[in-house]
C-alpha cells in the first residue's frame, strides 16, 4: 500500500474527497506549502513517533510539482527538488504524506517521475455534467432528499457545470429547506437564480462580450454574495475553453454534435458562444487560458491578491 500520494484537480472537491478516501477515519494534519517550508514539511514526516501509529499529513498548494514553477528547465532538479527526492527514496513507514495541487502537474519532472514509477499520482479531470449529476444526485439520496432530474440539471447548467459551485448552490438549499426533503424547481430558482445564477451567466457573458462596464459591476455583485475570485476565474476559463474548441468544431460538426461533444446542455448557451467567439483570435483565446493560469499561480504564490488578479484578467480580455 502506498504512503505517499500526489493529486492534482482544479476541484477543492474533488480533491477533498480524493483525500478522505485516502484517510477514511484517521486524525490528519493540514500544510499548506505557501506557509510553510518543504523542509519543515519533510522533518515533520520523518518524525518517529514513540507510539508507533501512522500520521497522515496532507500537503496543500503543492506546486513543486506542476508547470507552475516557473523553470525554464523541466528536467533541471532544484536543491527543494533534491530534499524530497531523497526522502522518497527513503521514507518514513509510519507518515502517509498526502500531496495536493489545484495545477497541471508537469510529468517531466524527475519527482513526479519518481512518484508516478513508485508511490501514487493521482490526476482528476474536470466532472462533466453527468458525471456531477450522478455524484449530487446519489449523495442527495442517501440523505433522503428528492429532486427530480429537470431541477438537479437546472442547478448544474446554470452553475456552469462547475461542481464545487453546484455543491456551494447544494448547501444553500438544504439550508432553505431544513427538515422537508422534497425540492422543487420553483423553490430552487428563488434561492438560487437571482443571486447567483442569471449573474453568473452576466458575468461571463459580459466579459466575452467584451462590456467591461457591466462585467466590473455583476463581478462585484458576485464578490458580494460569496463567490470567491477563484470561483470566477474558474467559471472564465471554463467559457473561454469552450469557446476555443467551438471555434475549432464548428465549421466541420453540427451545432448538435459539438454540444454533445462539449457537453454543452443549453443550445442558448452554445449561441451565445458563437455570438461571441469572432471577438477573439485563437491565438488570443489560448493566451488568456495562459493568463488565468499565470494569476492563478501568482495568487496561490502570494505575489498578488485575488481580486486584483481577477480584475487584472477582466480588463486584458475586454481590452
Partial sequence: ?????????????????????????????TIDLNNISLDQVLEEASFISLFDT??????????LFTTNT???????????????????????????LIFTTNN????????????AEHYSLIELPDLKAREIYDKVAFNLKKEDYKIDKDTLYYIINNSLNNYDIVLNEIAKIKLYYQDEKNIKLDD???????NLIDNNFKFTDAVMSKDIINSYKTMDDLLLLGTTPLDLMGMLARLIRHTLLVKKLINNH????????????????????????????EKELED????ICDFNYQFKSGQIDSKLALELIVMQICK
Avoid: C, G, W
Fill in 70 to 96: 516557473r523553470s525554464t528547465n523541466s528536467e533541471k532538479i532544484s536543491s527543494k527538488d533534491n530534499k524530497l527526492i531523497k526522502y522518497l527514496e527513503n521514507p518514513n513507514d509510519h507518515t502517509t
Fill in 288 to 291: 488568456f487560458l495562459i493568463l
Fill in 54 to 63: 501512522q500520521k497522515y499529513l496532507v500537503i496543500k498548494n503543492a506546486d
Fill in 188 to 194: 430552487v430558482k428563488q434561492i438560487v437564480s437571482s
Fill in 104 to 115: 497541471k502537474i508537469d510529468h517531466k519532472k524527475k519527482i513526479v517521475k519518481l512518484i
Fill in 1 to 29: 500500500m502506498s504512503n505517499i500520494y500526489l493529486i492534482s484537480s482544479s476541484s477543492i472537491h474533488l480533491l477533498e474527497e480524493e483525500v478522505q478516501k485516502i484517510i477514511k477515519d484517521n486524525i490528519s494534519e
Fill in 254 to 281: 453540427s451545432k448538435t454534435e459539438v454540444m454533445r461533444l462539449l457537453s454543452i446542455n443549453s443550445p442558448y448557451m452554445l449561441d451565445k458562444i458563437i455570438n461571441n467567439m469572432n471577438l477573439f483570435t
